[in-house]
C-alpha cells in the first residue's frame, strides 16, 4: 500500500486544519491506521490510532482537540485539527499497521506549521 499525507501548512495557535492520507494499492478498511509526528530534534512520537470498526485513541497531548477518521469508501485517513497549539508544529506521517501489531506502512510526511 502506498499512503499519501496531504493538509499540511501553516496555522495561527488557536486555529485548524485537516490533514488527509489517501491510500493506493490495497484497501485499507481492514486495518489499523494511524497518525505520527515528529517535531525537529525530537523523537516520532503518537497521534492516533482508529481501528477498522472505527475505535479511536489518543495520545494525551491532543485529546479533546484532534479527531481521527476515515472513509473507507475513499480509503482516506483523516486528522482533524483544532486549537492547535505551537507545540503542534511537527511533520505528521499517517501510517497502516499491514502485518501484526506493529504500524509498517508510512506516508512521507506533511509539515505543519504553528505560530504563536
Known amino acids: 500500500v502506498q499512503l499519501q499525507a496531504s493538509g499540511g501548512g501553516l496555522v495561527q495557535a488557536g486555529g485548524s486544519l485537516r490533514l488527509s492520507c489517501a491510500a493506493s494499492g490495497r484497501r485499507i478498511s481492514g486495518y489499523t491506521m494511524g497518525w505520527f509526528r515528529q517535531a525537529l530534534g525530537k523523537e516520532r512520537e503518537f497521534v492516533a490510532t482508529i481501528g477498522w470498526s472505527g475505535g479511536s485513541t489518543y495520545a494525551d497531548s491532543v485529546k479533546g482537540r484532534f479527531t481521527i477518521s476515515r472513509d473507507n469508501a475513499k480509503n482516506t485517513l483523516y486528522l482533524q485539527m483544532t486549537s492547535m497549539k505551537p507545540e503542534d508544529t511537527a511533520v505528521y506521517y499517517c501510517?497502516?499497521?499491514?502485518?501484526?501489531?506493529?504500524?509498517?506502512?508510512w506516508g512521507q510526511g506533511t509539515q505543519v506549521t504553528v505560530s504563536s
Open positions: 501510517a497502516a499497521q499491514l502485518i501484526g501489531s506493529s504500524f509498517n506502512a
